[in-house]
């Protein structure tokens, strides 16, 4: 069986430490650490890490280190994508790193991409402007969802 390749923005693990968050954040985490998931982080979120609490960049260093999370790197196909998602006007470009995550996971074919960023992208109407520009460029679409949605309460 294969194990989904699940890309983890900045947002999931600095839920770990958040109230409204947490419980669903460190399940998924536990989750990698059963095998369930693979996951996936990029350079976007490796940059965001440096100026979150020291804690938040610990649980990054457990997921690169110990969970062995590749780092993925924002190549051409990427920053062509992300300028295909502004010709578009899915959002404004000072949210560019939200259009950064999308457009990694999307080119290297990720299963799923989790966040708990409701504003600008787990929206309903932005997954489906993210995947028709997606399907326009000659990729699949991508799953997007929150961690709580993805994450195994128990043993599968």
């Known amino acids: ?24 954040s460190n ?8 095998g369930y998931f ?3 982080v990029s ?14 960049r610990r649980k990054y260093e457990q997921l690169v280190g110990e969970y062995e999370a590749p780092v993925l790197t924002i190549d ?24 950064t995550h999308i457009a990694i996971a999307t080119v290297n074919e990720i299963d799923i991409l989790v966040s708990w960023n409701f504003r600008h992208i787990l929206r309903y109407n932005m997954v489906s ?6 399907i326009d460029e000659g990729y699949k679409p991508l799953a997007i969802h929150s961690p709580r949605e993805v994450a195994y309460e128990k043993k599968i």
């Open 38 to 40: 693979k996951p996936v």
């Open 1 to 24: 069986m294969k194990i989904p390749k699940v890309y983890i923005d900045t947002s999931v693990i600095g839920g770990c430490f958040d109230e409204e968050f947490k419980d669903w």
């Open 129 to 134: 402007q993210f995947n028709s520009v997606n």
């Open 43 to 56: 350079q976007t979120v490796a940059f965001e890490i440096r100026k979150a609490p020291e804690q938040v």
């Open 76 to 99: 051409e196909d990427c920053e062509k994508l992300v300028k295909a998602y502004q010709r578009h006007k899915i959002l404004n470009n000072q949210f560019i790193d939200d259009m």
């Open 27 to 34: 399940l998924l985490m536990d989750n990698f650490r059963m």
